[in-house]
């Protein structure tokens, strides 16, 4: 797999289209198509992405063969020595290849690089199997958060962290 960091308009635009099929593919079983669609124009179209970019967020495209299977987004805390990972999907073919390891790989060498001590991130209480595969990779429920984020919408999560040793 190869991970390229997204910076140019179209690379954002191309990340904004994936998140757009991961999403609709992924979590019509666990909220419903209204909030998917309010939460992607807020936190995943291109002018968001955009925007979290200005505030400090990186994005990673995930490549095989030319191909793109997935992407990334994170944020980097100095000040609290952690690296928030605001997102990380594989695309539905893609998934159970290994793809998250060499993504948790990746993550964890930047948390090194950058002197970062731990990875949080928050993950819908009701998505069991994604919980599953944090768990696996040394996560753990560090807190639950319920938080309205408008719209009539709420997000109602885990914060999830592992600690880089």
């Known amino acids: 797999m190869e991970i390229i960091k997204a910076n140019t308009d179209e690379q954002l635009r191309l990340l904004a289209e994936t998140a757009d099929e991961i999403w609709h593919e992924y979590f019509g079983v666990i909220i419903s198509q209204e909030q998917i669609d309010y939460m992607l124009d807020k936190f995943q179209s291109f002018d968001a992405l955009c925007e979290q970019i200005k505030n400090g967020y990186k994005y990673y495209l995930f490549y095989n063969d030319e191909k793109l299977i997935g992407y990334t987004g994170i944020h980097p805390e100095k000040d609290n020595g952690a690296l928030f990972l605001s997102k990380l999907y594989v695309k539905k073919e893609e998934r159970s ?38 768990r696996k990779k040394g996560f753990y429920v560090a807190e639950e958060k319920c938080a309205d984020i408008g719209g009539g919408f709420v997000m109602d999560d885990y914060i999830m962290r592992a600690d880089i040793v």
């Open 97 to 134: 290849k290994g793809y998250a390891s060499e993504a948790f790989k990746f993550l964890t060498k930047y948390c090194k690089t950058n002197g970062l001590s731990y990875i949080y991130l928050t993950v819908n209480r009701h998505n069991e199997p994604t919980i599953s595969i944090y």
